[in-house]
């Protein structure tokens, strides 16, 4: 079932749904996120880090450089991310946050337990 605030329908859930990339790199699973990553567009990255969370991937850089714009369903998924990850002694890793994620994240102190970094290579380095 999709749901979407759109009243009218003008704009059609698919164009605003996330697209998800995943990659290895250095011994970490990278994810590419473009798009928006709200409450009835996240189902790609919740599926995608679902698949992720539940095999052996345990250091996982989620690049949201492609990302303008997060509500607290992303926030939620991010912090679960992190949960499952931290507790089987792996990290969650944020990349490329833009302006508008990086004030969600500094307003709600989420900043604090999801350290972000420049770039996707930054953070594998860190």
């Given at each position: 079932m ?11 859930l ?16 990278i ?8 409450f009835d ?12 969370t ?9 690049d ?19 949960s ?19 004030n ?10 999801l ?12």
């Amino acid at each position: 079932m999709e749901f979407s605030l759109d009243r009218d329908e003008s704009h059609h859930l698919t164009d605003e749904r996330a697209t998800v990339d995943v990659t290895e790199r250095d011994g970490a699973v990278i994810v590419m996120v473009r798009g928006k990553v709200l409450f009835d567009t996240l189902t790609p990255l919740s599926e995608a880090v679902s698949r992720l969370t539940d095999g052996p991937a345990r250091r996982v850089v989620l690049d949201l450089s492609g990302v303008s714009m997060c509500d607290s369903s992303g926030l939620n998924l991010f912090v679960r991310i992190r949960s499952e990850l931290t507790s089987s002694g792996g990290w969650l890793r944020l990349a490329g946050t833009r302006p508008l994620v990086d004030n969600v994240l500094h307003i709600t102190n989420l900043d604090r337990i999801l350290p972000r970094y420049d770039t996707v290579e930054d953070a594998l380095t860190a």
